[in-house]
């Protein structure tokens, strides 16, 4: 019975690299990204990204004043808007209170304000009205609160992500005007983070409406003040969140033959999903609710619903745990005679981070004040959650420590009013303020952020290649 | 391959009593019932049932009155009473302006009341405050609406039982205050008899609300003129109405093995109880439903609940029926290291009807001018639906041709306010009165209706018995 | 709550024709037999069965004398010949030495024997040398033992059916050949009765081997002597017997993802058919095992089977019920990316029994000292266990009393060596040698039982439309 | 939606000890080991073994007669010992042939044997007639081959353990008196090591066969030369072999309920498990089969089996999933309202290695000729597969190169027979000749030893411990 134990734990020597996360946390994921892993390592050392920081963040008169600008905007009024959102909070695509103070500011500082775009009542699009050409600079607002126990409330702090945000965009918009610069900002207003579906960002995102933009910034609460490390990742697996909904036929209890049970079939989606959890590699996590199982005790159910979030950490071999999970459903109706309807309402794949934008980024927060620093650069993902929008546009981030309490808690919420969060959204106001001046004033460095971000799409391209080739499905003969 | 075909078959095979239908619906039933039922027909024929119809129905001046002061009050005020509950539907439980509306009207006639009883807010006792001493004769009121998919609506007709029992109620109290004979009339308002939790009258009989009665009438709606057959027996099989409850532990979807399953946990209630389907005698009707299925896909969920309707002909083998049916959950709270709470909040029992009450009550109704009569008493039944009241007291339930339509439709509420249903109600009106007059006014009557019932009552133990002796639990050995 | 009990129970109050067991046992079967069981009673007074029995039975001395012939076989040398077999078991399809004692005596006695026939080793046919044209007299015989648990054993009797058959078929060939008569005599060697696959009767039939037969006799072992009603019908419900053999990929149980578990595959068609037994109606029984689930527990099983027989008491329902097992299957392999393979091996269906043979033959076995006598005839069935040769060709199985064990009993083999058995066997020789006589002598009897049995397979034909027009599928809408 | 995505990766970013397979595979292990695993570095640090392995492999001529001794009895008669039982096969526990011609062997050559020990018919102890007190050499052999799909055959090369243990055995036992020198020989037959039940070591350990060993060693075929690093682990998870055995009620199809089947029983066994799987740490492999799956598809099966093997990284998780699937039986047989005996028929846990030994050994194989060297030490392990012997008993299983095909092949087996066998065969002997003339000579060499797996036992008790402390068990409220 000796065993050859080499190829079993073979993933636990895989040497790492010191100290950041890798995106890759499976054996198989990180056979299959070796390659890609020493070529990006390559693209890295090529861009001397130390270099950039340091001459970017030399000093800089014309960059001072636009923060300054921003930072005088913050102070006087946008604090005081973000403490009002935060005191009224609203879930998400329901956020018309919220977004109209927004719209209000936008206008009165000459934006054009387009809502609803992309067919969701409280999206917008806000353009400065005297927007000249490239670079496209691009500013994402949240400010969906959390659906709390017993109320709303703002215990992510997306309530202060549209002042910060506007704070950057109007004082880049006066200096571009100012100066007769080229280049453009545009706001965009981005509902219900917190919820799908729908998915609202890759719903605006398939709609054209980011279509331009040469980079994207968001500001978002933070427990430290921290960035990704390059690379393609996501900070909790890639999802797919489906929905499935099934029909039979009802009877009443003392004749159920008379009917079709739903019922029935629902359960057996589960049954059938946990019949296959061997036969699926143990990374995945299938998680369903059933928030439908019918009516009256007495009568056959006729219509019954389960909702599923299913997660992988890499989008190619999760293709192949949603197939089974679809599979289950489709045998349940085919056992029970109902009839299914798969609902497949949202996902969330791997972003792209930069270290061009990221290491500026930080090192913008640590000069404008932050604290908490964290050492390396967190695993690499997108500037938003659904890896849409940040797998085709380079774009940040900004995360300045900004309260002591986790995030989802009423804490982060208290925290958003008092001096812990007031400083971090300043830190990012000013940060993302000096990093689009920076990018819209230089083009080497536009240059590089392209440079960088297009090697690691390309990277990620090749890196989902070689992992189709990893998963290979079993071949099952016909019996006999 | 010769098989024995005579035991398989014999069900078949087994003579009935011409015409009638019989409370034992499976084979191993009528088996047993058979000594039960020969002693059955024996003390029906020592009774003379026709002989006593004839007697009774004869010309009574004096019983005519007594109806004729039934029908006024029907015709003045109590039709209009009950058009206006019709009118105004309330359901189980809240019906508080349907009873405020008898209640006051009973006022009006003397008669004290109380309410709430037996910590139901809508049960009431109004008793004549003349009352004067044995036979004790109890008339039974309902008036809950049923739930629409749109609206409350009274599609059972319960609206009109308030007037119609009061009709009687008083023109009884009258008499037997102005002759100075010696008994009592007492209403009983049941609350809610479309719905549990609670069972209403089970908990109003447990209370002993109902001690003292010698006789119990109520009026129900119906598309024929009928009566049941004497025996015992329930319309729709008697029903042991279960709630499981399972709680586990919360955990993130990311690691799910922090948690326990509360899901997973009623799911196996399901699945446990289809395992044992066919090891159950397949009259057995077990049917469920999941109201409380887990709240989000992203956690483990921790709470979730079943709610069953577990029904058998007989309420012996349903005793192993819902053994089965509780050792599926307590597995499914063992398999998934979760716990379980079993509700059994409800349950109908076979009830007890009399020829001596049925026969006369049947003769009267056509006497007093019910058409649409069936030939032959229907399955032997109780005059309510728990089983438990009719079990324990002799009654009768009247049942006058009221409508065209089935019951519980919206055409059976319409069907109240018009000539089918007024006619009806009049009918039972009374009948009910005629029969509580003959009651009332004649021992010998009481002591037969009481000689049958005692009879069937000490049959249906027999039948209980023989029961419980050819139900017998397969023997499992240990296994080697 | 008041419902309408009536439609419930109307199965029970369907009057029975007094003392026979009728081959419908389902409400909605007896519904749907209505007008076919009218038309059928009339075809019977038609054909004045006790007259014909009256004819047939008188006084014969032709008869008389080859009916001695047979009975002078049998005790000469036929029972010794079938104690001779019931000493030397041998089960189905291997009955090598069974046959081989048959057909020699048949051989010596003028018959020319085909062996094997239809692909089936120990099946053969064998006829008269000179048989003379129509009519065609065909006896079946039986000979394989019963699997014990130690040993083969005749607990059947089928080890008579030869040297029983042989009588009645030497003495009618004698009687033919030596008075010229036309008619023709053949002999059916059909093995494996007990057992399936393969059907072998149904195997032989779909082989054109019983083509031109105008009759067809057997006999078999019985504790009381017994006849059919006429009709169609089957002892134990119609019955498809099927295999599920599914296929999936080994892997080590290491790495189970590498696999495809068909155990897991095989276990879920019996929770899947579970999760529909209340949704089939219950008077189905379906009932599997699992003789292949897995070779090693460290392995995941990459072969594995089922095998079910699944019953209904008609053949049209049973088709439904059969869908849901298919199905069930086939949800099971998609469920686990495995594949499934569906053995449909055999099945029963309803035979025809005519009262024009059932009745002259119970005559005969009254007359030739047969006891313990039913009085009334049995269900309707066919004179051999598939229903496919028994419903197209007219026959008669006789079962003289022969023991007083239960059939497939150690007690019925030893009865088959003693006084009761050889008794049985005797009485069985002697009327089927009458019955076929009368049946080669008589064209009026022949056209008699041709009438009936033309009669009751197009009334089985009606009554099958029947069933079809009333087991309508439930509809179900597409999930919205 | 910002999640702390620390937390779940922390496992990957572990720094591992540079080229060396750890013991610890999961995150949570590592952690719990932290402690250990730096005392354990701190032990082996102390222990100089590079200088160990110097000293006792400088020139030594007693040793080289000692060595040569065993050479010439393996080139001149136990090669071809080997030979003859690589040609006779025979599988675990009926080894009879092969032990008879070591036993006579051993006879031969003044040891005394007892045969059968411990109950086991194959198993036996082989005692040095002029033993001589301590130190008590032990030495294991094997002898079973493994069953092919068509014959047994020695895939696994142990038919060559006996004449290389023997060769060792013989030279040193020789040695020892020739010198009089202290010391001891005993060699141990052990039966059926490729099966389970029963495991063959366990029973004998329990049973006091080794008591007093000082040390233990076995030859075992291999494809590389290797040897274990110090520490404790096993190739291939902590197992346990569990059976569960249920019965229940046979019963005809026709009537079920008269039966409680024990197919169901074992069904929602797999299927109960399946509903935890999602509860259980992902490390988890659990894997049954079904032997006895019910006998015929008309009778109700009334016993079935289902084999299991259970295993986890380490043993303290090991025993919650254990109680899982008990559980998972229990409640399968309640559910059933069957009975089921969970039969614990063998177990594999983590063995203690020890460089002392390890390194010596590896350094003598160089030393004899061994190639194919790997160049880092393996796993942790111990010398025999239970780990019951090799965590209670210092040990050393010798590997040399002796295939060049896998583990369990035919391939394998012929390699036994041919060069690349008897190369490494007389590698293992000469070896282990030396190692244990070092042992019995060298009291410092002894105590070094000593110190070492006494070391190492203690922390394994401590990280049991460890592991005891991080597994808590969710804790689950009473539902309300």
Request: aromatic share 8%.
């Amino acid at each position: 019975m000796k065993a050859a134990s080499i190829a079993l734990f073979s993933a636990a020597i895989l040497s790492l690299a010191a100290g950041s996360v890798p995106a890759q946390e499976t054996p198989t994921e990180r056979e299959a990204a070796r390659e890609v892993l020493k070529k990006m390592a390559a693209l890295e050392q090529s861009l001397d990204v130390p270099g950039l920081v340091s001459r970017l963040t030399a000093a800089n008169p014309a960059r001072d004043q636009v923060v300054g600008r921003a930072r005088e905007l913050i102070d006087k009024e946008l604090l005081a808007l973000a403490d009002d959102i935060t005191r009224n909070p609203e879930i998400g695509f329901v956020e018309h209170q919220s977004i109209q103070k927004l719209i209000d500011y936008l206008k009165l500082h000459d934006f054009e304000v387009q809502v609803p775009v992309a067919g969701l009542d409280t999206a917008f699009v806000a353009r400065f009205k005297r927007n000249n050409g490239a670079p496209n600079l691009g500013v994402i607002l949240e400010y969906d609160a959390l659906r709390g126990t017993t109320r709303a409330f703002h215990g992510d702090q997306h309530s202060a992500q549209g002042p910060v945000g506007i704070a950057a965009a109007v004082a880049m918009a006066e200096y571009l005007d100012r100066t007769k610069s080229s280049g453009s900002v545009v706001v965009f207003g981005c509902p219900g983070e917190e919820m799908m579906p729908p998915n609202a960002k890759t719903v605006m995102f398939e709609a054209g409406v980011f279509n331009g933009m040469d980079v994207l910034v968001r500001s978002h609460s933070s427990g430290v003040t921290s960035r990704p490390a390059p690379g393609f990742g996501t900070c909790c697996m890639n999802i797919d969140g489906v929905k499935y909904i099934f029909s039979g036929a009802p009877s009443h209890q003392l004749q159920p033959w008379n009917g079709r049970n739903a019922l029935e079939a629902v359960i057996h989606l589960f049954v059938n999903i946990d019949s296959v959890r061997s036969s699926i590699r143990p990374e995945a996590r299938i998680q369903g609710v059933i928030p439908e199982g019918g009516a009256a005790p007495n009568v056959v159910p006729d219509r019954t619903a389960a909702d599923f979030y299913i997660r992988y950490p890499d989008a190619v071999y999760l293709e192949q745990v949603r197939k089974f999970v679809d599979d289950a459903a489709r045998a349940a109706a085919l056992a029970t005679q109902t009839k299914v309807k798969i609902d497949f309402y949202g996902k969330t794949r791997d972003g792209i981070s930069v270290a061009t934008l990221g290491e500026v980024g930080f090192a913008y927060m640590k000069m404008f004040g932050a604290t908490k620093l964290a050492v390396e650069p967190g695993k690499p993902q997108g500037y938003e959650e659904t890896g849409s929008v940040s797998s085709a546009i380079p774009g940040l981030g900004f995360s300045a420590y900004s309260s002591n309490a986790p995030n989802h808690t009423y804490e982060m919420e208290s925290d958003a009013l008092i001096e812990v969060g007031h400083r971090g959204f300043t830190v990012d106001a000013q940060s993302m303020t000096a990093l689009l001046f920076d990018f819209a004033t230089r083009p080497d460095y536009r240059a590089a952020v392209k440079r960088e971000f297009e090697g690691i799409k390309a990277l990620f391209g090749e890196y989902q290649e070689a992992l189709k080739k990893v998963y290979t499905v079993p071949s099952v003969p016909d019996p006999k």
